[in-house]
């Protein structure tokens, strides 16, 4: 699954390092999701359909089937990630979570073809898995082998060819709805249509999960009812967010950063104090975040009033800027001639939603949530208007 930023509540909770140059995470919730799978496979499939085995042999199939499963979910987002970073898009992280794997995208697909490649080589590696798994599974079989193996290599197999076809389900935010928003895209010529379009088709597919799921625990599914629920539900929200950023980038069409930013923004030095930003900066200019520089201009960091904040008011005569700053590796910077919507997608990264914009390696403006939500009402307005002209 591939998301252009996504909440917080799916962010990592800790690192495991990085593959192809992109940091993959873990989410907490993969905790639980992953102890239902082993206590799913070791105290209940395993047991039922191999008896008379020892509880060791079952918890050591189940947890290596376990860990083979979700090493199948990494190569599924690491798969979109090499294929996003080759067609010119910048991957912010990976992160494995309650629902399986997420790959955050910063920036659209430049066509519909490099959106479909994009989208497709996901549930393709996903297949490829479930077949490779699937052709052990069958080989064991014709040579006469029984056991926990066989089970396991038949469960891989079936579980990672489920993970491509509910994949290719033509609803956002799936892999299928991103194929579904490419072949759009590519009939009508328009993106943001696209997205809507599977937008929708997400909204639709999670209801009709809620209520399969809902159905399904009241005939007595149990918890298997719930969770059909519970996918529909997350469906049903990430597909309105996807919805709301297109209608967003529709308004927004053809606006240039320098058409919103606030030029020559008041800026401050790293060295200057938090007391002195409260005393003469805060009050005095009504700024909420304030750019830091140095050399002549170039920007280092940004505070905002909520990392200020933070700092206990005996210590800010004594903590300068630079320890609350956002890091200069951490800046959302932009070009005063970039489109606001290639913008969007990256304002998520650091300091409350706001990018610096630069010329020549030197600050310019700065762009603020106020001022994206000024833009997108503006730009409502002349859609409102445009068909009157």
């Given amino acids: ?46 047991p ?7 509880v060791i042999a079952y918890l050591v199939a189940g947890l290596a089937a376990a860990v083979v499963f979700f090493l199948g979910l990494l190569a599924h987002e690491v798969s979109h990630a090499i294929v996003a970073k080759r067609n010119g898009l910048e991957v ?16 659209e697909a430049r066509s519909p073809g490099a959106e479909l490649r994009i989208a497709g080589i996901g ?9 490779f798994f699937g052709v052990i599974a069958m080989l064991l079989s014709l040579g006469g082998v029984r056991g926990l193996l ?73 918890v298997g009812g719930l969770w059909l629920a519970l996918i529909g539900w997350f469906l049903i929200g990430a597909a309105s967010l996807e919805e709301r950023q297109a209608r967003m980038g529709s308004a927004l069409r053809g606006i240039r950063v320098s058409d919103v930013m606030t030029p020559q923004p008041q800026t401050a030095s790293s060295e200057m104090t938090v007391a002195d930003f409260v005393d003469n900066y805060l009050f005095a200019y009504r700024h909420t975040a304030l750019p830091l520089t140095e050399d002549g201009g170039r920007p280092i960091g940004l505070v905002t009033l909520d990392r200020v904040r933070g700092v206990p008011s005996d210590q800010r005569g004594s ?16 070009s005063p001639d970039e489109q606001l919507t290639d913008l969007l997608p990256r304002l998520s990264q650091c300091a409350d939603g706001r990018a610096l914009v630069v010329s020549e390696d030197r600050l310019v403006g700065i762009i603020s949530p106020s001022d994206i939500s000024r833009a997108v009402q503006r730009g409502h307005l002349r859609e409102q208007t445009a068909p009157n002209r």
């Fill in 48 to 54: 039922r359909s191999y008896p008379g085995l020892s």
């Fill in 123 to 131: 549930p393709l590696v996903s297949l490829v898995i479930g077949i």
């Fill in 150 to 222: 066989l089970g396991a290599m038949a469960w891989l197999g079936g579980i990672n060819l489920l993970l491509a076809i509910f994949n290719i389900l033509p609803a956002a935010p799936l892999d299928g709805g991103r194929l579904l928003r490419a072949a759009v895209w590519k009939a009508t010529g328009d993106r943001n249509r696209a997205s809507v379009v599977a937008a929708r088709a997400g909204w639709v597919l999670g209801v009709a999960l809620i209520g399969v799921g809902l159905w399904r625990f009241l005939t007595g599914a149990g």
């Fill in 319 to 334: 903590t300068t800027l630079e320890a609350v700053a956002c890091r200069a590796d951490d800046l959302v910077l932009a």
């Fill in 1 to 46: 699954m591939t998301l252009r930023g996504y909440p917080q509540h799916m962010r990592a909770s800790f690192r495991l390092g990085r593959i192809v140059g992109v940091p993959v995470g873990v989410n907490w919730s993969v905790l639980v999701i992953f102890a239902l799978i082993w206590w799913g496979l070791s105290a209940n499939l395993f």
């Fill in 92 to 107: 912010g992280g990976i992160t494995l979570w309650l629902f399986g794997g997420v790959a955050e995208l910063r920036g």
